[in-house]
């Protein structure tokens, strides 16, 4: 700490004025600051709080050596020094951040895998033992906007690197393949794009190693780029960047890479970490160099599994053949599948009758990394579900008869993922402490304030992950995403695709839209504090008309109705209407069909309807039929 000898001390203990003021001076002395740390550039208001001065008094040090600045004005590291010298302030450089920067980092990604939920491959790799863990091949996806040469470049690795055999089905599609660079495996999953990359994630799974993003050198970074960019950093996928077409006139590399590091892909060249290599997928140009690239990452990644050890995999894609029956490409992700093996797959089972190569050629055993199509399954599996070797064929559809019955039950009970409803109770359970957020508005305008504001929600508590920020309708990709990031989605005057909704309320993912910030700054705050109040809505069950009114003396009258549309049930709210005016809004006491309770009536059906705290019918009148439902 250098505290400069020019400190001026001005107390007169003599003056009596003087003492009047000194507790105010002493306040004023406290917040003064003898060192200050100030960068390249400094205003000077910005100068004078860091210092805890006023402004003025730095503008009239400045007018001594004959600098009029307004407060506004930006001041180099220099003249600060000096104006700090004269006010009896040092003003230091600032601290090189480097061990702080590391700590951070790895803070960082701690969270990040803390965050991450393990799924059933990560566990069971973590039982294995690390001694038997071996080197195993990464395995690859390929993502990007639409045209940009996904499929070309998939094609153009396919073709120079995969030996054609006599099975010789190269152009068969299976969902992966594998190709050999410099004596080692690459596994490429052969359906591109995002959503199918999502679709696995929303499952459970985890099978890509490494992101390939395809960007087009004429074209530059599109909605669909940004998309696949932060489906790949939700899943913590390292991404490594193909720039391609370069074989066009109009190509543009630095471009490419400049809109690139705007979202916070950096190329190595320019001292970030992320490879950006030059291609083209339809002359076959730089693929080797990708290749090679592929595997520096997956060395790096250090990707192992154990090939003794319990085998366990994932669905890539599964058909129904005419000829052959269920066929399903599976990847093999620890121990080794071999032909004869029973498996479980999700709610199915079977048992391994055949096995093939990607290129169809018969195996009879496959380890890590390894994509194989096998016959015998009993029924079609989805994508994305896990399989496991079990001991035997009893042991696997016991396993999938269980799981098809739980899963039924689950059905009953509609689920909910993430919502803001329940945040705080997550908070507290310590169940969570991210919050992920993906954001949708209807131009850039909406979205960067909208992005601005929830970062600033952003607390020590809960934090506020932006998964992603684009414009444009809410998708079924951006629901994917939510399902398998556990995140909820903004929309800002956007609309929600038919596919969208329907996965959203058959998944549980909650959507919330709004029109104005501050409506939404104002529930995130209220879920944060475990204050959000549900809102309600009413939905209309059915309506009944009143044709016969009959007196009973203990409990007064029963109108005799006949259920018109929907269904009517007990205990649900109900409204009386005579001539369409509401004459009393209350709920269903009693119900019967005949002379029976019955919990619900459908329509076409005759029963005695009884409201609480209503005497009187009239035939004609009409009861409707009402529940309060959650909004989500
Ligand atoms: P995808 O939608 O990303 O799978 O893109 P495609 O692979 O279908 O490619 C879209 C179009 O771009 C096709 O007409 C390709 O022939 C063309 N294309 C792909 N890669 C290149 C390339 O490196 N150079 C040129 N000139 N055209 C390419």
């Known amino acids: ?129 690390p001694a038997k863990l071996v080197e195993r091949p990464p395995v690859v996806a390929i993502l990007g906007h639409v045209d940009h040469g996904k499929t070309t470049l998939l094609d153009q690795i396919r073709h120079t690197n995969v030996v054609a055999t006599e099975a010789g089905g190269i152009t068969q599609h299976t969902g992966a393949y594998q190709v050999e660079v410099d004596g080692r495996k690459i596994t490429f999953l052969d359906t591109p794009g995002h959503e199918a990359f999502t679709a696995m994630r929303a499952r459970g799974a985890q099978v890509t190693d490494i992101v390939v993003l395809v960007v087009a050198a004429d074209d530059g970074v599109m909605p669909q780029t940004r998309e696949a960019i932060s489906h790949a950093k939700a899943a913590g996928v390292p991404i490594i960047v193909a720039i391609n077409k370069i074989d066009k006139p109009n190509a543009n590399i630095d471009r490419v890479m400049e809109e690139l590091s705007k979202e916070g892909l950096t190329p190595e060249e320019w001292g970030g970490d992320t490879i950006m290599v030059p291609v083209s997928a339809l002359k076959g140009i730089g693929i080797e160099d990708l290749l090679e690239n592929i595997l520096v990452v997956a060395e790096l990644e250090q990707l192992k599994a154990n090939p003794n050890g319990k085998c366990v995999g994932t669905v890539i894609e599964a058909k129904l053949d005419r000829f052959r029956g269920v066929t399903a490409t599976l990847l093999v992700q620890n121990g080794t599948l071999k032909r004869g093996d029973a498996i479980v797959v999700g709610t199915t089972w079977g048992r391994i009758k055949a096995m093939f190569d990607y290129q169809g050629k018969p195996i009879k055993k496959a380890g890590p990394s390894t994509p194989v199509v096998v016959l015998g399954l009993q029924e079609i599996p989805k994508a994305g579900e896990v399989f496991e070797v079990v001991k035997n064929d009893k042991e696997a559809r016991r396993i999938a008869e269980e799981r098809k019955e739980a899963e039924k039950a689950k059905a009953r009970v509609p689920q909910r993922r993430m919502s803001l409803e329940d945040l705080f109770a997550k908070v507290e359970g310590g169940e969570v402490t991210t919050l992920n957020i993906i954001v949708r508005a209807d131009v850039q305008g909406t979205l960067e304030p909208v992005v601005q504001s929830l970062e600033r929600l952003s607390g020590d508590e809960v934090k506020l992950k932006i998964l992603q920020a684009a414009i444009g309708d809410i998708t079924e990709s951006d629901v994917m995403l939510a399902e398998a990031s556990d995140a909820i989605i903004i929309g800002f005057n956007v609309g929600v695709e038919k596919s969208a909704q329907r996965r959203a309320e058959q998944s549980g993912v909650e959507i919330r839209r709004y029109k104005v910030i501050y409506k939404m700054i104002e529930d995130i705050e209220a879920a944060l504090k475990g204050m959000l109040e549900p809102v309600y809505e009413e939905s209309i069950l059915g309506h009944a008309e009143v044709r016969e009114v009959f007196r009973v003396r203990r409990t007064g009258a029963v109108a005799g109705c006949m259920v018109l549309d929907g269904v009517i049930r007990r205990n649900a709210k109900a409204r009386l209407l005579r001539d369409g005016e509401e004459v009393a809004n209350t709920v269903i006491e009693t119900l019967k069909r005949f002379t029976e309770d019955v919990s619900e009536v459908r329509a076409g059906y005759e029963c005695g309807i009884k409201l609480a705290n209503v005497t009187d019918y009239q035939i004609g009148d009409i009861i409707e039929a009402y529940e309060m439902v959650e909004v989500r």
């Open 1 to 129: 700490m250098a505290t400069k000898s020019n400190v001026k001390q001005t107390k007169s203990p003599e003056k009596a004025v003087e003492a009047q003021q000194s507790a105010q001076k002493e306040a004023q002395k406290e917040a003064q600051t003898t060192v200050v740390e100030v960068g390249d550039f400094v205003t000077v208001r910005e100068l004078a709080k860091l210092m805890g001065r006023s402004p003025i008094d730095l503008i009239k040090v400045l007018m001594q050596f004959g600098i009029m600045a307004p407060i506004d004005q930006r001041l180099d590291h220099d003249t600060a020094a000096i104006v700090g010298e004269e006010l009896g302030v040092e003003v230091r450089w600032p601290e090189p951040e480097v061990e702080e920067e590391e700590a951070e980092e790895a803070a960082a990604a701690e969270e990040k895998a803390a965050a991450m939920p393990k799924t059933f491959i990560q566990k069971v790799l973590e039982q294995e033992d």
